[in-house]
Nanobody, 123 residues
Framework: QLQACGGGLVQAGGSLRLSCATSGRSFSRFYMGWFRQGPGKEREFVAGISSSGAVTRYADSVKGRFAISRDNAKNSVYLQMNSLKAEDTAVYYC??????????????????WGQGTEVTVSS
């Protein structure tokens, strides 16, 4: 199970840090990703990180503003979101992908999903 938290209401230009934790013992094997789904939109890739944390990948819309990281000792992955914009408003989901050799943006490649945490950015 993946548990995401850290969402909330923030003004444009502000910051939030999302966390996603799991009790699974094999966390360090999984590639992890953050996706989001805005009102009336498809769920889209935001950021991903390799199992070791050495490789990260971002959607163009968040490059330079968001940072994904992980702590395998704590079975957790994080998404630091800075310079938030109204268009970042969405429900954010963490996801885990097994048997991957690269950071994928494809939603169907992720095997496990958290319940989502809502981020609202007021302009």
């Amino acid at each position: 199970q993946l548990q995401a938290c850290g969402g909330g209401l923030v003004q444009a230009g502000g910051s939030l840090r999302l966390s996603c934790a799991t009790s699974g013992r094999s966390f360090s094997r999984f590639y992890m990703g953050w996706f989001r789904q805005g009102p009336g939109k498809e769920r889209e890739f935001v950021a991903g990180i390799s199992s070791s944390g050495a490789v990260t990948r971002y959607a163009d819309s968040v490059k330079g503003r968001f940072a994904i990281s992980r702590d395998n000792a704590k079975n957790s992955v994080y998404l630091q979101m800075n310079s938030l914009k109204a268009e970042d408003t969405a429900v954010y989901y963490c996801a885990a992908a097994a048997d991957q050799s690269y950071v994928t943006t494809i939603r169907s490649r992720y095997d496990y999903w958290g319940q989502g945490t809502e981020v609202t950015v007021s302009s």
